[in-house]
């Protein structure tokens, strides 16, 4: 019998209800539509308008409609893990609410923080638990309500960001699909780029920090952008190189959607036809967590079994990385 992998056996998606154009971000700050496509490559990002929904509630919608779309009982989850940086609060685990809110109830779960590679880096972990044998079903879902930490009169930053969730389910396959090859990397000392200043244990939130803005999102965009190329492309090259694929072998890199300019420039080295990139920024934006598994979603008509993906990603701490898989249905 072949090694046991991980495969990713369904997939659902859901975005946040309320649609902010670029016109009316431009009503809100200094900015333009045509800025924004020309820099970033967003049309529009969805947004949770409702004060009283959080990321566990999108959350939870995503692994509802992946349980019923994949005919599983909540109760058959082993693993739940939700890749997010947006948390409905500091503890307890997003993941460990979501699983309550779906009914999940013989699962252990818990959250995973890597900024915008958190769902390649929870894909992954999650592949090792089932690669033992032990773990039969497992749940990633990646949700985040960035609006939550957006600062909305900031308007180096408000353009980039939506909210979103989407979940997968991963299952043991013998066959030789699902996740193949993973490479993630950290370098902390990017960290001073892209960060949220206060509401952690180095600064509580206080009136200061509150006046002072510093429970948003903190981003200086041009070192971010030329470590995000630069990262992304290294990582996307070097697993197709030690799985001995050329561009041709591919049937899809499935991106994360930070910038239009950065997804272009990493196919660009990986010598790949346009065509064969997942690109849906424009749409949505960056739901950081949920870009990728929101691509897979969206794309999931188009993907046949045996495709072969390269999952690839950037985000703060600075975390990156890229996973190789074989689709599997
Ligand atoms: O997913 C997590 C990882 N994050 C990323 O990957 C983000 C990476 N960074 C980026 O995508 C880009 O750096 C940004 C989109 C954030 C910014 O684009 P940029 O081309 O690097 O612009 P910039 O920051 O160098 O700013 C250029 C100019 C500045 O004006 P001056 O100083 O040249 O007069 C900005 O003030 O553009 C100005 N600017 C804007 N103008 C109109 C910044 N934001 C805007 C805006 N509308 N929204």
């Not at 609060?89 to 779906?102: G, L």
């Not at 999940?104 to 390649?120: E, H, P, T, V």
């Not at 992954?124 to 609006?147: D, I, L, P, R």
């Amino acid at each position: 019998m072949n090694k046991t992998t991980a495969a990713i056996t369904g997939v659902h998606g859901v975005l946040a209800d309320y649609v902010l154009t670029n016109e009316e971000l431009s009503k809100m700050v200094d900015t333009t539509d045509e800025w924004i496509m020309t820099r970033i490559g967003i049309k529009e990002r969805r947004i949770l308008k409702d004060p009283n929904r959080a990321t566990s509630d999108i959350g939870a919608d995503a692994v509802k409609g992946l349980l019923e779309k994949t005919n599983t009982k909540p109760e058959e989850i082993d693993l739940l893990i939700c890749a997010t940086v947006t948390p409905d609060m500091q503890f307890p685990a997003t993941a460990n609410i979501i699983s309550d809110k779906v009914g999940i109830k013989n699962a252990f779960s818990y959250d995973l923080n890597a900024g915008c590679s958190g769902f390649i880096y929870a894909l992954t972990t999650a592949s090792k638990f089932v690669e033992t044998g032990n773990y039969k079903k497992v749940v990633v879902v990646g949700a985040e309500k960035m609006s939550s930490i957006v600062d909305y009169t900031d308007r180096s930053t408000c353009p980039i960001f939506g909210d979103g969730a989407a979940a997968v389910l991963l299952e043991p396959n013998t066959d030789g699909y699902g996740v193949l090859d993973t490479i993630l990397q950290s370098d902390g000392v990017g960290r001073i780029h892209l960060h949220q200043k206060a509401g952690g244990s180095l600064k509580p939130a206080s009136h200061e920090s509150v006046d002072a803005r510093e429970h948003y999102i903190y981003q200086e965009g041009q070192p971010v952008f030329k470590w995000a190329v630069s990262k992304m492309a290294d990582v996307s090259v070097e697993i197709m190189q030690r799985n001995n694929m050329t561009a041709n072998d591919i049937a899809w890199l499935v991106p994360h959607q930070a910038n239009l300019r950065i997804i272009e420039a990493v196919a660009k080295r990986m010598k790949l036809d346009p065509a064969k990139v997942m690109v849906n920024i424009q749409n949505f934006g960056n739901t950081t967590s949920a870009t990728i598994p929101l691509c897979l979603w969206q794309w999931e008509d188009q993907l046949k079994k045996g495709d072969n993906l390269i999952l690839s990603a950037f985000g703060a701490g600075f975390t990156w990385g890229s996973i190789y898989l074989k689709w599997a249905y």
